[in-house]
């Protein structure tokens, strides 16, 4: 059996949170009409990203979040290098840094972000 999985995500301004992952991930243009907006892989590998408005705003972390891997292969400061480069990209996309966790004995450096409207996400 064939599954397809799609992210929503809730939100208040639909397009422009769609317009944020679409540069982040490399997604289409996002697609949108009153109250939503989608974007999806163009080469149909990864989820499609689907964006519904809210009345409520977000009050509390995420339980789930999406991990951003542009440095899967790379460890030490090699690793932190490439994962301060994209977290400037993002930044300047509107994304906000909220800290690096360095490596430790077991898991490798990583940053933790928050999306143009706060759900956070980790750059690994």
């Known amino acids: ?62 339980r789930v979040h999406l991990d951003v891997r542009v440095a899967r292969e790379l ?5 932190v290098a490439a994962l301060e480069a994209e977290c400037a990209r993002l930044v300047a996309l509107g994304g906000t840094r909220v800290e690096l966790l360095p490596a430790d004995e077991v898991n490798e450096s990583i940053i933790i972000m928050r999306d ?3 759900n956070e996400f980790c750059l690994t």
């Open 116 to 118: 143009v409207e706060g």
């Open 1 to 62: 059996m064939v599954r397809q999985v799609q992210v929503t995500f809730d939100c208040a301004e639909p397009e422009t949170v769609a317009r944020f992952w679409s540069e982040v991930l490399g997604y289409s243009t996002p697609s949108a009409a009153d109250g939503w907006a989608a974007c999806a892989d163009p080469d149909g590998v990864g989820p499609r990203l689907y964006f519904q408005r809210v009345p409520e705003g977000k009050v509390v972390k995420n």
């Open 75 to 79: 460890v030490g400061a090699e690793r």
